[in-house]
């Protein structure tokens, strides 16, 4: 199985601040990396797909890059509903993975 | 708007089957991948399988000997089926589609429902 790891598990920032959080793959994917959010209580939420595609609706504040093992997740000038844990997945190859997530919280 | 959710029992009983339902509203099971993804507590997120709308399945070695997953077009629902449970099966099930062509990623999900295994 491909093995996700996330970086760091754990943030604080503040809003209108600029954080990146990156996942690293244990062999290389290509471009078959996910970003989801999540909120106690609530769904999963797609926010990119393949490394850079939106999904239509989220913010633009929002975008993804990297390619083979290295990814990031950039969100740009944080805002309270920010404030989530992050995920990424790949799809390369089966079993689908996910990373252990990173928790995004408010300083 | 894609509309998912889980239902079935919320315990279940040691080395009994776990089975789960999820109901797709505003849209169809034809032509589309539907999976399974569980949470348990202080864990990762684990995929469990997918059904493709014509009954196809794929799932994930670790749990393969114990899965079963199926489609039903006409109710708009399909299900997920886990035998010999254990604590270990403790967790909160996801359903998400799955999309396969222009990219590759789970684009609406449930909203979770927890599932304890204890006598």
């Known amino acids: 199985d491909i093995q996700m790891t996330q970086s760091p598990s754990s943030l604080s920032a503040s809003v209108g601040d600029r954080v990146t959080i990156t996942c690293r793959a244990s062999q290389s994917i290509d471009g078959f990396l996910n970003w989801y959010q999540y909120k106690p209580g609530g769904a999963p939420n797609l926010l990119i797909h393949s490394t850079v595609h939106l999904k239509r609706g989220v913010s633009t504040r929002f975008s993804g890059s990297g390619d083979g093992t290295d990814f990031t997740l950039t969100i740009d000038d944080l805002q309270p509903e920010d404030f989530a844990t992050y995920y990424c997945q790949q799809c390369k190859t089966f079993p689908l993975t996910f990373g252990g997530g990173t928790r995004l919280e408010i300083k | 708007q894609l509309q998912l959710q889980e239902s079935g029992p919320g315990l279940a009983q040691p080395s009994e089957t776990l089975s789960l339902t999820c109901t797709v509203s505003g849209g169809s099971l034809k032509s589309y991948y539907w999976s399974w993804i569980r949470k348990p507590p202080g864990k990762e997120l684990e995929w469990i399988g997918y059904v493709y709308y014509n009954g196809d399945t794929n799932y994930n070695p670790s749990l393969k000997s114990r899965v079963a997953m199926s489609a039903d077009m006409s109710k708009d629902q399909f299900s997920l089926k886990l035998g010999s449970v254990t604590a270990a099966d403790t967790a909160v099930y996801y359903c998400?589609?799955?999309?396969?062509?222009?990219?590759?990623?789970?684009?609406?999900w449930g909203q979770g429902i927890q599932v304890t295994v204890s006598s």
């Open positions: 998400a589609r799955y999309i396969r062509g222009a990219g590759y990623y789970l684009d609406y």
